[in-house]
């Protein structure tokens, strides 16, 4: 091994569990052997079990959860579509960018860093563009640490008969989001964070109204890899070459998937919920103070502020180098003023926490 190993209690990639390397040294098959295939449709229905969904287009995709993020964006809008974008931190913003870059406008409802949107506020858009296609927003923010409440904008979003897309790519796996009970119509995440998969690979769903929407397309999607309705090709029936599987990536998510299911989802979530509170009661034992709004608070992911007097190039320094601990500076009107400290997926343990606070406490000096 060329590296020692990390702690990784950033905002992703997290800690993998032994079994996800095992998977990714499977030996590699044919992107049609028929080994792979059971392997695809396996994963499919493990991931409407993490989705909580029955919806029959959930896929994984090559790449990223931008690559999901830039799919679930472009399989949808064409040029002079209006979509309306929730704002509450950096991910959000990016949304807006990817509708604008494919042609359509955003209209952006926007918070502060550390707030979540009102779904008065998404009503007032709905009522002032009558024309929008989609609302979008982000659930977790990795940005500020805070979830976005997304009951009652589905409702909305449903009555008007627009097509609501949601990003769960800190949260999902670790948090509760039943994709069809929220009248959530495309949903998508990313394999390194709660799911304990690795970077590199992404997952989305869609329903059928979204479907329909991507069927009654006047122009083809404006990227050919991202193109959904030909990814389907391959993931079903037909089994038509789009591209070539990334086979360790799929192995490696899929036993992701089958350790969530084997845990429950439930106790996964509650498992977060305890991390995420023995961190946030420890931090401010030691003095410090939470960022955002208290009553959405993400429990993966913790943004606190750094305290007077202590570098923050240098705490992470010394967390890095002798605690073999990963945590991450703050994004963008935090940058310099708080960490972000993430318990995603195998990384979300009480023991994880301790080490932690025990090494803070000693850097700190508190
Ligand atoms: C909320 C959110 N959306 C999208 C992304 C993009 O995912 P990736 O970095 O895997 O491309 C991230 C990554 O941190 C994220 O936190």
Partial sequence: ???????????????????????????????????????MDETMSRLRYLFQTQNEL???LPGTGMAAMEAAI???????????????????????????????????????FGQVIGADQIGQALDDHPNAKMVAVVHGET????????????????????????????????A???????????????????????????????????????????????????DLMLIKKYWFADRVYHHTAPGPMVFALKEALEIIQEEGLENRVA?????????KNGLTDLGLELFGDPE??????????????????????????????????GFGPLKGKAWRIGLMGYSATERNVHYLLA???EILGA
């Fill in 1 to 39: 091994m060329s590296h020692e190993p990390r702690v990784l209690l950033g905002p992703g990639p997290s800690n993998v569990h032994p079994r996800v390397f095992q998977a990714m040294i499977s030996p590699i098959l044919g992107y049609l052997d028929p080994v792979f295939l059971d392997a």
């Fill in 58 to 60: 959930t896929v994984t």
């Fill in 74 to 112: 472009c399989n949808v809008v064409e040029p002079g579509d209006e979509v309306i974008v929730g704002i509450h931190g950096f991910f959000g913003q990016r949304m807006a960018e990817i509708v604008e870059r494919h042609g359509g406008t955003a209209i952006k409802v926007e918070v502060g």
């Fill in 143 to 174: 940005s500020s640490g805070i979830g976005q409440p997304l009951a009652e904008i589905g409702k909305l979003v449903r009555d008007r008969g627009k097509l609501f897309l949601v990003d769960t790519v800190c949260s999902l796996g670790g």
């Fill in 176 to 226: 509760d989001i039943p994709v069809g009970d929220l009248l959530i119509d495309i949903c998508y995440s990313g394999g390194q964070k709660c799911i304990g998969g690795p970077a590199g690979i992404s997952c989305i769903t869609l329903n059928d109204r979204a479907q329909e929407v991507l069927q009654a397309r006047s122009n083809a999607v404006d990227t050919w890899y991202l």
């Fill in 271 to 279: 498992r977060h919920k305890e991390a995420g509170d023995l961190l």
């Fill in 296 to 329: 959405n608070r993400l429990s993966m992911l913790t943004c606190v502020m750094i305290p007077d007097g202590a570098d923050d190039a240098d705490v992470r320094g010394r967390l890095l180098n002798d605690f073999g601990i990963e945590i991450v500076g």
């Fill in 359 to 361: 090494a803070l406490r």
